[in-house]
């Protein structure tokens, strides 16, 4: 089993379920009593969000360089970014380590293509789903289009992310409307929805969405332990 590196912090709400599923899924794969050889780097989130909302994504790529070579030479052999935002500076922290970096969206669109889908809507952060970096990815290195709420929807999905999953707070209301949403994006042609914030998982079940849902923090963790587990990673 080749050693993961955890980027997570960002909340630790869902770095938690990171590690939790991923050593789920090496149990499953291997039996009791494994568990995943994995080193996780916690930052911070405060610190994280006042940049992210600050705009400061030059500082804020040397900090996800910087970590992503400390866990390089603690041992990891395999790095997850545990969160979607911050993969916007993902190509960046591949071309200064030499272990894989595995792309949360990349690990997303195998599963889209699986079904198969050719247009999903996007759930994310501001940052996700109105800047370039997650849609782009999408699009050019898989063909996937992808379609995103429109503004007051944004703004909304944003706040409740940044004021209430990130500490853990769930509420039936902020529910409620994610649904209304995912009508909307089904209305406007998605065929399917992609979870592209770690923290809406916490929020929004297969359940809660007529159309098929994407966990991106589930298949991100997934395709983590299929690599780790085989050879030559």
Known sequence: MRTIGLIGGMS???SLEYYRIINKIVKERLGEPH???SIMYSVD???IDKLQHQGE????TDRMVQIAKRLEKAGAELILICTNTMHKMAEDVQENIKVPLLH???ATAEEIKAKPMEKVGLLGTKFTMEQDFYKKRLKKRHGIDVIIPDEKE???IHNVIFKELVSGVIKEESRDRFKEIIINLKNNGAEGVVLGCTEIPLLIREKDSSIPI???MLLHAKKAVELALKSGC
Do not use: G
Request: hydrophobic share 45%.
């Open 12 to 14: 630790w709400e869902s």
């Open 35 to 37: 568990s995943c050889k």
């Open 45 to 47: 989130f405060a610190e």
């Open 57 to 60: 994504w030059e500082v804020l």
């Open 104 to 106: 949360i969206a990349d």
């Open 154 to 156: 944004r703004e909304f």
């Open 214 to 216: 994407f966990n991106t």
